[in-house]
């Protein structure tokens, strides 16, 4: 791969090529479907569905730069990491998302290098372990919001508390759970390296999880405990790439107004103006399609063009403007899904 790499990087992105590349965020789903325990067969062949898909985008010309949810996974690293403490030594948050950034990333890397081999294409593909620069003086630094890994009852979680010093929050139907903070990201360490890849024709792999969370120390960099939300980390990664398209996969076809409600509507194509003002009259949930939406329109903000929410199933369909939801910039107003939405023209 190395000489692979040396080779196609002799020659620079040009702009025209550049408009054509996508970074794409792949969903949690995408790995770990509803009702699976997440065993490694079970991820490898989801991955192997999602490479199917982002290699179509590849065979349509398409540069592709990947981003990718980690939850389920940084989840059972801490839980294994808890429950093995009385014999290895126990490993703290970053050091645990680190982890399932290579675990990922090596899933995601075979199922892509396979399907890529299956369609004669010789892409390279590499996966970069990413640390993410957050602020210390964040506000979220001292507000912790963000639930991660396993619920307690109340005399584990008031232990945990006592001996780790956590922060936990009472979630009356299934427990107690700890909660870390969740600061902006504000700079991607490895941008450079992952700039470089990509310009060399190289499909990267990057981000995973958001990145790793570190503030700066006066003799480098220092992991801390906290969790970066994947969409805003990957729009941030898109804006400083200058890709084309920021293309968010996730686990419905489209993005709602009035989801699961008998008004509900499919968005097909609308301005970032049109759905500031539904995110503002809180039609997107924190908690569901809040920080894609969130995302998509910091994007735009900075100089993005284009932003395509849908499953990972239509992201062919959806780049191609025949699925999902395209949202642009600028205050055109364009559709509302009724039944069945249809391919809406955008001139």
């Not at 989801?46 to 540069?63: D, E, K, M, S």
Request: with cysteine; charged share 20%.
């Amino acid at each position: 791969m190395d000489g692979e790499v040396r080779k196609l990087g002799k020659r620079r992105t040009t702009n025209s090529e550049l408009r054509t590349t996508i970074l794409i965020a792949v969903g949690g789903n995408s790995l770990i479907r509803a009702g699976e325990k997440g065993t490694v067969a079970q991820q490898m062949s989801n991955a192997r569905r999602t490479a199917a898909a982002i290699v179509g985008l590849v065979r349509a010309g398409h540069r592709i730069v990947i981003t990718h949810g980690n939850g389920p996974q940084v989840g059972a690293q801490l839980l294994r990491s808890e429950r093995a403490s009385d014999q290895v030594p126990g490993q703290t948050l970053d050091v645990c998302g680190a982890a399932s950034q290579g675990e990922i990333g090596y899933l995601l890397a075979q199922a892509l290098q396979r399907e890529l081999a299956a369609a004669a294409m010789p892409v390279p593909v590499v996966s970069v372990v990413t640390q993410t620069v957050v602020s210390a003086s964040d506000p979220a630094m001292a507000h912790p919001s963000k639930p991660i890994g396993p619920f307690y009852s109340r005399a584990d979680a008031e232990e945990k508390k006592r001996l780790f010093a956590w922060t936990i929050v009472e979630d009356a139907a299934r427990g107690y759970r700890r909660i870390v903070p969740s600061p902006e990201p504000v700079e991607i360490v490895e941008l450079a390296v992952i700039r470089e890849l990509v310009n060399a024709g190289v499909l990267v792999i990057a981000c995973g999880g958001g990145g790793i969370p570190v503030v700066r120390a006066d003799d480098g960099f220092k992991g801390v405990e906290a969790v970066i939300d994947k969409d805003r980390a990957s729009a941030l990664l898109a804006s400083e790439l200058g890709v084309g398209i920021f293309a968010i996969s996730t686990d419905t076809d489209y993005v709602y107004l009035d989801y699961k409600k008998p008004t509900q509507r499919p968005l097909t194509c609308v301005s970032a103006e049109e759905l500031e003002s539904f995110y503002r009259a809180g039609q997107f949930p924190p908690g569901n399609m809040g920080p894609k939406v969130e995302s998509a329109l910091r994007f735009l903000r900075s100089g993005g063009r284009e932003v395509i929410i849908s499953s990972y199933e239509h992201l062919c369909e959806a780049v191609a403007g025949q699925a999902g939801t395209r949202i642009l910039p600028g205050p055109a107003a364009h559709a509302l899904g009724g039944g069945a939405p249809e391919k809406v023209s955008v001139r």
